[in-house]
């Protein structure tokens, strides 16, 4: 006896997320906030992954939850966002070191 298998689509509708205002940490790109129908950002001490949509709780704009989950979750995602903050880093002390250097002359 043959079996038929139907499979329906499953519609996926992601929770819409906002970026954290007035941020300069860099883990905030893979994390959002989810949006009040006001549009305003619904502050209720967590945060919402972008990539696997877990929410993660953030006190006082403390952001080690947020790097804790990457790295644990997302390796691949942590070790770029590492990398590129490395090459950051080294961008501005270079800078700082040639305009230490040009105004000590």
């Excluded at 139907?6 to 954290?20: D, G, M, R, Y």
């Excluded at 770029?80 to 700082?96: H, I």
């Amino acid at each position: 006896m043959a079996t038929t298998e139907s499979h329906q689509a499953v519609t996926f509708n992601p929770v819409e997320l906002i970026a954290k205002p007035n941020t300069k940490a860099q883990v905030w790109d893979y994390f959002g906030l989810k949006k009040a129908d006001n549009g305003s950002t619904i502050d209720n001490g967590s945060a919402i992954c972008r990539v696997c949509h877990k929410k993660v709780i953030v006190r006082q704009g403390n952001t080690s939850n947020l790097t804790g989950h990457l790295q644990a979750k997302h390796p691949k995602l942590y070790n770029q966002m590492k990398n590129a903050l490395t090459s950051q880093k080294a961008a501005n002390d270079l800078a700082n070191d040639q305009t230490t250097s040009s105004s000590c002359s």
